[in-house]
Each structure stands twice: as structure tokens, then as C-alpha cells.
């Protein structure tokens, strides 16, 4: 799907559609207001991918995030096929030649799932633009509330609706975002694969949408303090949020973020054994997967996105064992925070 056509279409056509058919009306009203209100950064983000443009015709260096480096790397992997276009990027501070497939997808999330990292999507950008590829972003960890990466070069961006959006956890949905020839193939697959949302699905959503900005504020602030409290504490080994100002990411999502989120992680010291532990105690916080909920849930990553990878694997990408990753809720923070104190004793 990703074409030099669909770049130079994307400059022609500001038209956004979301792919699921009963849900199009809300979304695409939604959506339509969220992107009229980014129209005065356009012309900043249009400087920044000059300066980045001319910073690598000039041989100096873009950095890559690691995440997005992984996600070159298994592109790399790919040998042989189709046709390989060459760049240059540099990685970990060693110049790496990466060739990339014209008619894939760069696909990155970001905050990224579950180490909170938060991308600059420029410089990917720019590559993607380069290579005519399309550049992919899931962004369900900071929900449209707190970014919107089409306003960042990204052509199309996809959200898990069954998380911030909808907000109770009670729907499994999704959403996709784009100029108007990338829906037009995501409903055209739609239309063969029969994906579509029964309307008490669409009812619920349609409820959720409606305090989706008042839930994200509130997940917001629960989320900093609950970070803040944990930093202080001597049974956290770290906390992962990008709000803290220790965070790798923290500049960039202060540039790019309009709130740092309701999802942080936490390590605790002690490892599994502390993590199993910390989970049977709680009361409040329950122990669950799925995240953006009103509800504040924990999950360990070990055990769901990561459990194909071993023990060593978990932790050279950064998810050690102890590693939690906790969705804050819109519950009154002190009950949150008391939860978490009563459970790490
Ligand atoms: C960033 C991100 N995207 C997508 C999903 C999957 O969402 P769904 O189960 O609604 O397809 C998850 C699940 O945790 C996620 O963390």
C-alpha cells in the first residue's frame, strides 16, 4: 500500500475517513475538528523536515530512537525482495546502511508499548517520505487527546478503540486514520473480511467518545502523581513514564505530547517474585490486561506482549522481570496511591 503516489496524493487530499462503517459519521466529525486545530503547527513541522532534509544531504546525522531502529532492523532482515532503496541512518552512534522495500510500511507505536518510549517521528518521516513508504503509527498508548501523529508526518495512524476511545473496557474495536486512498483500501479489505462493529459496539463507543477528553485529562494527572509517588520509593527499582523528567523521552514529548498519559511502568526490586506478590495484594488496581479503561488495571509484560521472548530477551529490550506496566484510571489518585503502598509492603 505504501507508494510515492500516495505521498504526493496525501498533499492533495486533507479528506479523513475512519474505516469502521457504522462508526464513520462520529469518527469522522471527531477527527475533522482534532486536525482543524493543528493547522497552525503545519508550517513549524514543514521547517523542522527541511532542517532535517538538509542536515542529511549534508552528511551530518539523524538519530533513530532504538525502537525505531529495531523496526528498520527487521525490515533489514527481510533480504531480497522487492525493490531495495538504500539510506543511511545513524544508529546507537555507528552509521548503519539500511535498505528498505518501497512497497512496505514503516509501522511504529508510539508512547511504544510497554516501555512508554516516545518517538520523534520526523526524521522517520522524512525517510519514509524519501522511500515512498507509508509511514504507520499506532497510537493508542496516548490516545488523540494527547497526540495526533498525522500532524507529524505519519500517513496513516491507527488506534485500538478498545482502549482510550472507548474507555470502559467493554468493546473490542478499532480505528484507522488517513488521506482518503489509504481508507479507501483499508474498506475496500473491510468489505471482503466482513469487519465491522455490531451497533450496540458502536452504541457504547459513541457514549465513550463523549468524556474520552475529561477521562484523558484525569488519567493524565492520576498518572504523574502515581509516577512521581513511585519514583520516591525504594521498593521501585524505576519508574517508565515520559512525564518524568528523567525519562530518555522526556523533551521530545514535551515538544510533541499534550499530556504525557495515563500508562507508565514501574520495575520493582525483587524482580518476578516482588511482581507476583505486588499483584495478589492489590485491591483497588486490578490485575488485568487491556489499558486506557476508567478503571486502573496492571499487567506483566512477561506474561502477555512478551511471553514468546525469553527471560534475557525481556530484558535487553528493556522489560525486565518485575517490569508492570499499569493503564491509571480516573479513580481518586490517593485511594490509587494507597493501593500501591499497602501492596509493596
Ligand atoms: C499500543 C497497542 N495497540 C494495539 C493493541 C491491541 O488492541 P486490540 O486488542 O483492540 O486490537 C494494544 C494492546 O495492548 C496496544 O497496547
Request: aromatic letters at 8%; glycine letters at 8%; hydrophobic letters at 40%.
Amino acid at each position: 500500500m505504501a507508494k510515492k503516489q500516495h505521498h504526493e496524493e496525501h498533499e492533495n487530499h486533507e479528506r479523513w475517513l475512519v474505516s469502521y462503517a457504522d462508526f464513520i459519521t462520529l469518527l469522522f466529525a471527531f477527527f475533522v475538528v482534532m486536525f482543524a486545530s493543528s493547522q497552525t503547527d503545519k508550517s513549524k513541522a514543514r521547517q523542522v523536515s527541511e532542517a532535517v532534509e538538509k542536515a542529511l544531504k549534508e552528511g551530518s546525522s539523524v538519530s533513530i530512537p532504538p525502537a525505531v531502529a529495531k523496526v528498520l532492523g527487521g525490515t533489514v532482515d527481510d533480504k531480497g525482495q522487492g525493490n531495495w532503496e538504500r539510506f543511511v541512518v545513524e544508529r546507537s552512534s555507528k552509521l548503519v546502511e539500511v535498505r528498505l522495500d518501497p512497497d512496505r510500511k514503516i509501522f511504529v507505536e508510539s508512547p511504544v508499548n510497554p516501555s512508554c518510549r516516545v518517538l520523534d517521528l520526523r526524521p522517520i518521516s522524512y525517510l519514509t517520505k524519501e522511500g515512498g513508504l507509508a509511514l504507520v503509527v499506532d497510537s493508542t498508548f496516548a490516545s488523540p487527546v494527547n497526540f495526533r501523529p498525522l500532524e507529524h508526518g505519519a500517513d496513516v495512524v491507527i488506534h485500538s478503540a478498545t482502549k482510550y476511545l472507548n474507555g470502559h473496557h467493554d468493546v473490542l474495536s478499532g480505528v484507522v486514520l488517513g488521506t482518503a486512498p489509504y481508507i479507501e483500501e483499508v474498506r475496500q479489505k473491510m468489505v471482503v473480511w466482513g469487519q465491522s462493529p455490531d451497533p450496540f459496539a458502536c452504541w457504547l463507543l459513541e457514549r465513550g467518545l463523549k468524556t474520552l477528553d475529561v477521562r484523558v485529562a484525569r488519567q493524565n494527572e492520576n498518572a504523574r502523581r502515581i509516577a512521581e509517588w513511585c519514583n520516591a520509593r525504594k521498593e521501585v527499582r524505576h519508574v517508565h513514564y515520559p512525564g518524568l523528567e528523567d525519562h530518555p523521552d522526556h523533551e521530545v514529548a514535551r515538544t510533541f505530547l499534550d499530556g504525557f498519559g495515563g500508562m507508565l511502568a514501574i520495575e520493582l526490586v525483587g524482580g518476578g517474585r516482588s511482581a507476583e506478590r505486588f499483584l495478589r495484594r492489590l485491591r483497588l488496581i486490578k490485575h488485568a490486561p487491556s489499558l486506557g479503561g476508567v478503571d486502573s488495571v496492571v499487567s506483566e509484560p512477561r506474561f502477555t506482549s512478551h511471553s514468546h521472548l525469553s527471560s534475557e530477551e525481556r530484558a535487553a529490550l528493556g522489560v525486565p522481570d518485575g517490569f508492570l506496566r499499569v493503564s491509571v484510571g480516573i479513580e481518586n489518585v490517593d485511594d490509587l496511591i494507597a493501593d500501591i503502598e499497602q501492596a509493596l509492603k
